[in-house]
């Protein structure tokens, strides 16, 4: 995926200049290939009555709850995605 318009040019050292991109205006094919099959949330939640951690896909389908922040983390570490916590 090239982000880079291409009227940005190269620095004095030979690199490319950064480009900043607004990522709410990504296709969904853009997403896709900066791993958001790879991406997990990870939000506080209550579930019947008691608190918990929802872990859902980074097109926000529910995977799985569970009962302390460690343990989703773990969760989502050990099926190789990447987590990012949601407040």
């Known amino acids: 995926m ?3 318009p291409s009227n940005q040019s190269d ?3 030979g690199m490319p200049s950064p ?3 607004d990522i709410r205006k990504l296709s969904d094919e853009q997403f896709a290939q900066l ?3 790879r991406l997990a949330y990870i939000k506080p939640v209550i579930v019947n009555g008691a ?3 929802a872990i859902h ?3 926000g389908t529910p995977m799985a709850v569970a009962g302390d922040r460690a343990v ?5 570490v050990q ?3 990447v987590p990012a916590l949601v407040h």
């Open 2 to 4: 090239n982000m880079n």
């Open 11 to 13: 620095d004095a050292s």
């Open 19 to 21: 480009v900043v991109v």
């Open 35 to 37: 791993g958001l099959a």
């Open 51 to 53: 608190s918990g951690f």
């Open 57 to 59: 896909a980074a097109d």
């Open 72 to 76: 989703a983390m773990a969760a989502v």
């Open 79 to 81: 099926h190789e995605m």
